[in-house]
């Protein structure tokens, strides 16, 4: 069987796997009251199960098991995620203390780093390889721990988490099998089958949701596929690609968790500042909102597999070659753009939109009754203040 079979198939039995198991998560997380109910900071209107994730985790590690050889890398990286996703089904059932849950990654984290999979060096375009040392450790366990709730910071809006992830693991796949990394491609394909099969009950309206068993156990993969198959090779965008790959993700986590910081609010602190949430505000659907995420996921995905296949210096001198510049100039603006576009939207254009000028617009009526009131035209009132720091925010 060629190496190009491999992971198609173990993509395609993922899929299988997890779209027969998926109803029976359901029926367990009724059975275990993990239920997620509508609430002031929720999208969804009805109560829906938990767990499916259970179900992305079977359909995901038994080709794994199958396809793979389980040397250390592997075994620790599988084993790993399956404790993770151990540990979401509890939080999914119980709601653990954000400080156990964040204990709970680290020691799973140090599963795969204690089995050999880590990042000794680092790969930086035009600059050069540089070894961490012992320092790989402690790196690789902040880049597993750090992805995980990233991507379960996304898990907010039905089908965001599956696609984005999805999207990214077809991206590495590739990537890592023209790097001759056939585990970390076989890890990808199995990924990119599950989180595919799960959407049809995850897109909306959801029938069902991942839970943190999901969502952690994607964004443990996810870290631990980039490290084995781009990290880990002497590729010269090895650092760049994951980035890219993720750069949406990431992007979101920053704005929220600074935004968090900034107003002294606790970085696990459930609010609707995601990007999601934010275009939701602004009036857009739940399908209209993921679907242009996906179509932001897959452009950086698309100039990572351009930056990756497209050679910028010359394999006998080493000079820069003008095609390939061009190409990482071209990615460079591309997602200049898409950060210019986000914040146009979200920072700009929102003011045009109905619900926000509905907002600002009775703020500034209840400063004016104010004003009438009180016989003072510099008064101020306080819930018209309210609406419109809402409106800001």
């Not at 898990?155 to 988490?161: E, F, I, P």
Request: contains cysteine; proline residues 6%.
């Amino acid at each position: 069987m060629t190496t190009t079979l491999i992971p198609v198939l173990c993509g395609i039995v993922a899929a299988a796997i997890t779209l027969a198991a998926t109803p029976l998560a359901g029926r367990l997380a009724r059975a275990l009251g993990a239920v997620d109910q509508p609430s002031g900071r929720r999208i969804h209107t009805r109560a829906t199960p938990r767990l499916g994730g259970l179900a992305i985790a079977l359909g995901a590690s038994v080709p794994m098991l199958w396809f793979l050889p389980l040397d250390h890398d592997a075994r620790g990286l599988l084993i790993g995620a399956l404790l993770i996703s151990a540990l979401g089904a509890v939080d999914d059932a119980c709601a653990l203390p954000p400080l156990y849950k964040l204990a709970g990654q680290v020691a799973c984290s140090a599963v795969p780093v204690a089995g050999g999979l880590t990042i000794d060096h680092i790969t930086v375009p035009l600059v050069g390889v540089g070894n961490l040392g012992w320092l790989q450790y402690p790196v690789t366990v902040v880049w597993f721990v750090a992805i995980v709730n990233i991507i379960n910071f996304i898990d907010g809006m039905d089908g965001l988490a599956a696609g984005v992830t999805g999207i990214g693991a077809v991206t590495l796949a590739v990537i890592a099998a023209s790097l001759n990394r056939p585990e970390a491609a076989v890890a990808g394909a199995a990924i990119a089958g599950a989180c595919a099969a799960f959407l049809v009950f995850n897109f909306h309206p959801a029938s069902i949701f991942m839970g943190d068993a999901g969502s952690m156990f994607l964004g443990f993969m996810t870290a631990g596929i980039s490290v084995s198959g781009v990290m880990k090779t002497s590729a010269t965008v090895a650092v760049v690609i994951p980035l890219l790959v993720l750069a949406i993700p990431i992007l979101d986590t920053s704005f929220v968790v600074l935004k968090r910081i900034k107003h002294g609010l606790p970085v696990y602190a459930a609010d609707r500042s995601h990007f999601h949430h934010r275009f939701f505000t602004i009036g857009w659907g739940q399908r209209r909102t993921v679907l242009t995420l996906y179509a932001w996921c897959a452009l950086m995905g698309a100039v990572a597999l351009a930056i990756h296949f497209v050679p910028y210096r010359d394999a006998v001198t080493g000079d820069p070659r003008p095609a390939g510049v061009a190409v990482a100039v071209g990615g460079a603006l591309v997602a200049v753009a898409c950060a210019g576009y986000l914040v146009y939207v979200l920072e700009i254009l929102k003011w045009r939109s109905t619900p926000v000028v509905s907002i600002v617009r009775e703020g500034k009526a209840a400063r004016a009754e104010r004003r009438r009131s009180t016989g003072d035209p510099g008064a101020s009132d306080v819930p018209g203040r309210r609406a419109t720091d809402r409106a800001e925010r």
